[in-house]
């Protein structure tokens, strides 16, 4: 947290550091909301973890590597900053008070371990192209290069793409993602939909955008599958689910096909649009995944739909949260899900992707179908009689009512938001 301060106060140019890592718009937007989750994550986690000095110590040093991650500017500093961030969230992942959590933790960790690899494997073969890590020259050098075979820059897109795929949780990359956030701790399970996830778009965008511009062409189909895959099937299998841990799950991996959206767009705009959706989602997955690790951790058993049956009675503050949340997620007008998905399928449309736009809006319908039986659920089912009382701790139920103000004043007042995202897209695209 305190590097992160450190950055915002010196404005940090890293022109000392060979141009890596640099404190431009893009980095100053993202390191906000790896500070902004950090918070949360930091201020309702007494409730959960208690005072264990390695669950603080492992989430701080993965917070240090988040922020240099979105500041590097060189594929080997990323790296080296993607595993300081990644590492120490495979055995946070194991604190969980459930048996399960060690095998969440394991297959989160082996997917962790072969996504790294593919990444490392892209590296090396980009740099055997380029003679250099650095993406701005790696970007010169490809804008003026027609020696380079088109199947080798498929081969590499193809391999960062897959690679932050299994770290972002697109499908088919997703395996590890239901099973380690049901049975993670819930501010780790904060800490990965919200914070990691993000750090692994940011990442993947500099490298597209940035460096792989000029090959776009190679690129840009993979996003629109990856996008439309993702939306579909990660709705359907939310369908499907009654444990909501699970249920949040796959309504991550379909938010991540809504701000692929805004990738595939490439524009200024479209791109402003998608990390303006990247904080818009980090505030909704904080605010549902709290507000479900308050029960849980009450109840002390998994949250399922059964177990919100009248939660607005028992804990209206956690409540009144998730259903903001889900408000959110759905897209009504008001909240910060509706900016962000309207910036996000406008871009889209204006880039001529009018269809994959349309795409997105016919799988924010079918999202209601789990939504709207969570919204019944809390506040129109009565509360059955093996239910029980849910207390509302202070420093959580804090959290949960800062988020849920966020999430709607972004939706009524979004253009300070919107002309920052707009700004950090900037620097790393100039406007088209």
Do not use: C
């Not at 009450?298 to 408000?327: D, H, N, Q, W, Y």
């Amino acid at each position: 947290m305190i590097t992160g301060f450190i950055f915002i106060v010196l404005d940090f140019s890293g022109s000392a550091l060979n141009s890596t890592p640099i404190f431009d718009g893009y980095t100053k937007f993202f390191t906000y909301l790896i500070l902004i989750v950090g918070f949360f994550v930091l201020a309702a986690s007494n409730l959960f973890i208690g005072d264990k000095a390695e669950y603080y110590s492992l989430l701080l040093i993965s917070i240090a590597g988040a922020l240099l991650v979105v500041a590097s500017t060189d594929l080997v500093v990323l790296f080296v900053a993607w595993e300081l961030m990644s590492i120490p969230t495979y055995p946070l992942a194991a604190l969980g008070l459930r048996k399960e959590s060690i095998e969440g933790a394991i297959k989160y960790f082996i997917f962790g371990l072969t996504s790294s690899l593919i990444i490392a494997f892209g590296i090396a073969i980009l740099y055997g192209i380029t003679g250099s890590t650095s993406l701005q020259v790696i970007s010169t050098v490809l804008s003026g290069s027609t020696s380079v075979p088109p199947l080798t820059m498929l081969l590499v897109v193809s391999l960062f793409i897959v690679g932050f795929g299994f770290k972002i949780g697109v499908l088919p990359f997703h395996m590890w993602i239901p099973d380690t956030y049901q049975t993670a701790p819930g501010t780790v399970t904060t800490y990965l939909a919200s914070g990691t996830k993000k750090v692994g778009v940011a990442a993947l965008i500099r490298i597209l955008l940035l460096g792989l511009l000029f090959v776009r062409l190679g690129w840009l189909p993979l996003i629109i599958v990856l996008s439309i895959a993702t939306m579909i099937l990660g709705n359907l299998l939310a369908i499907t689910q009654s444990d909501i841990a699970r249920m949040l799950a796959y309504s991550s991996i379909a938010q991540m096909g809504y701000l692929f959206v805004g990738i595939a767009a490439s524009t200024t705009w479209g791109i402003a649009g998608a990390i303006f959706y990247a904080l818009v989602h980090a505030l909704m997955k904080a605010s549902a995944f709290i507000s479900i690790s308050v029960i849980a951790y009450f109840t002390r058993r998994p949250v399922t739909l059964a177990e919100t049956a009248g939660l607005g009675k028992r804990a209206p503050i956690a409540a009144f949260s998730f259903l903001v949340a889900i408000l959110s997620l759905i897209g009504l007008p008001g909240t910060a899900g509706f900016i962000g998905k309207l910036v996000v399928f406008s871009s889209a449309v204006d880039a001529g992707l009018w269809w994959l736009a349309l795409v997105g809006v016919l799988n924010t319908v079918l999202s209601l179908g789990y939504y709207m039986k969570l919204i019944k659920s809390i506040y129109l089912d009565e509360p059955g009689e093996s239910s029980l009382a849910v207390k509302q701790p202070k420093a959580a139920t804090a959290v949960l009512v800062v988020s849920s103000v966020m999430i709607i004043f972004l939706g009524i007042i979004p253009s300070p938001f919107l002309d920052f995202a707009y700004y950090a897209a900037g620097s790393i695209l100039p406007p088209l």
